[in-house]
């Protein structure tokens, strides 16, 4: 299956090395009797019985069997584990769609709204985060991966798009409205003069806004938006979703997923590699 990576290395936990080690010492003794007998290394006559040879049998097919044993537990253990943890995963992925269909968007964005909607993301994505690293991987993972990329782009994304920063400047009481019209069109005059990617047109347009003195110096988008640099370490950070993102060509990119917060200002360490520190 695409989204499901190859598992290249098995751990083995501490019942399990138990058991191997039980079967081997076991083996290995009933081996070295046996050879001690044929020489007459042990100073018997050497005789084997077939009482011996049956029993010997025995001993190596009961520890056989207590590691299989072992082994089924084991293997239906992390199985229930792997189906618990896949339902909470599951669960999480349904909360930020919940939270997601209820940003706000086009004529009534609300920076309000959206810092609301940002922190409990957020909040939904620590969690989401350690249910979704404590999984092995197999079909399960894979599917939650795959999950998480259709509430990704079909939900969070379609909704960050539509944030229009516009309408959010057009609500600041302590901007001048007629000057604000002036840069939003000297905005778009720059935008059709200019060949920008069809994809970051209106990064483009945001941030020539964003830029202009009057704006510039009456809005701090970041400092209205506390949880902005958690928000992006989430769920626009590279590295941090790359596992995630297995098995897409795409890439994300916060000029084109979500124009309004990339002018909004996150800081650098959000779009760091913080993989090591985990």
Known sequence: MIFQKPVLKSKTNYLDFIGYTVFIVILSSYLTYGACVIYGVSGGDGDI???DVFNGLAAIAT??????????????????????????????????ISVASQIKTGNDSCLENLDHSLGLLSN?????????????????????RLQWQDMYYNCLVRALEKLDLVSILKNEKN??????????????????????????????????IMKSDLVKS?????????????FVMYYMNKYHTNDLMYGLLSQIDIRSHSPLLA????????????????
């Open 124 to 144: 939904i994505a620590v969690g989401f985060d350690e249910l979704y690293r404590s999984m092995n991987e197999d079909i399960q993972r894979a599917i939650i």
């Open 218 to 230: 009456k809005v701090d988008l970041k400092s209205r938006l506390g949880s902005l640099d958690m």
């Open 63 to 96: 520890a056989s069997a207590f590691v299989l044993a072992l082994m089924q537990y084991r293997k239906s253990i992390r199985q229930q584990r792997q189906q618990i943890v896949a339902a909470e995963a599951k669960a999480q992925i349904e909360k930020m």
């Open 175 to 208: 901007l001048d409205q007629v000057e604000l019209d002036k840069v939003i069109a000297q905005a778009r005059e720059y935008i059709k003069s200019g060949s920008f990617i069809s994809a970051l047109k209106k990064f483009a347009f945001y941030e020539r």
């Open 49 to 51: 019985t077939a009482l």
């Open 263 to 278: 002018v909004s200002g996150p800081s650098a360490f959000a779009f760091e590699d913080h993989r090591d520190e985990k």
